[in-house]
């Protein structure tokens, strides 16, 4: 994730007044983000799966298992498209149709690279776990090679 740049695949179309372009605003709600959607092609046709997503620095990670129809189409070269989604509250109104939601996105479009190094797994997952709960690694047992193989 080198930053936001504006291609004509990440042009805002409808409302571009309400797009950020600061990248802490990024990074901000990747940040308060524990779900992200993660969209891919599989057999012609897009898939979307929610799963668990973090950042450390620049680069951001989501978790997925080894033998997944998602990781597999990864692995291919297929191209992700990840939503991190923030829902700031409904809006009701007295019409239906008016009815709404606030929220924050960032959708983050890019080509993954899987973890291969059982230290480079360790390492990204300790960062996830600290920043759902600080310090809870230190509390767990080592992860043992079947799970980080998984």
């Not at 080894?66 to 692995?75: D, I």
């Given at each position: 994730?080198?930053?936001?740049?504006?291609t004509?695949?990440?042009?805002?179309?409808?409302?571009?007044?309400?797009?950020?372009?600061e990248t802490?605003?990024?990074?901000?709600?990747?940040?308060?983000?524990?779900?992200?959607?993660?969209?891919?092609?599989?057999?012609?046709g897009?898939?979307?799966?929610?799963?668990?997503?973090?950042?450390?620095?620049?680069?951001?990670y989501?978790?997925?298992s080894?033998?997944?129809?998602?990781?597999?189409?990864?692995?291919a070269?297929?191209e992700?498209?990840?939503?991190?989604?923030?829902?700031?509250?409904?809006?009701?109104a007295?019409s239906?149709?008016?009815h709404?939601?606030?929220?924050?996105?960032?959708?983050?479009?890019?080509?993954?690279?899987?973890?291969?190094?059982?230290?480079?797994?360790?390492?990204?997952?300790?960062?996830?776990?600290?920043?759902?709960?600080?310090?809870?690694?230190?509390?767990?047992?080592?992860?043992?090679?079947k799970?980080?193989?998984?």
């Open positions: 994730m080198a930053g936001l740049g504006k004509d695949r990440t042009r805002i179309h409808r409302a571009p007044t309400r797009a950020v372009k802490s605003v990024l990074h901000q709600i990747i940040d308060e983000s524990y779900i992200c959607h993660v969209g891919f092609v599989v057999n012609g897009p898939v979307v799966i929610p799963t668990l997503g973090w950042r450390v620095d620049d680069e951001v989501f978790h997925g080894r033998g997944s129809r998602m990781l597999n189409a990864f692995k070269g297929g992700a498209c990840l939503t991190f989604t923030l829902l700031d509250g409904l809006v009701m007295r239906a149709f008016h709404s939601a606030n929220y924050c996105s960032a959708v983050i479009f890019g080509k993954p690279t899987l973890l291969e190094q059982r230290q480079e797994k360790l390492d990204a997952l300790e960062v996830f776990m600290d920043n759902i709960a600080p310090g809870r690694w230190d509390l767990l047992r080592e992860t043992n090679d799970e980080i193989e998984g």
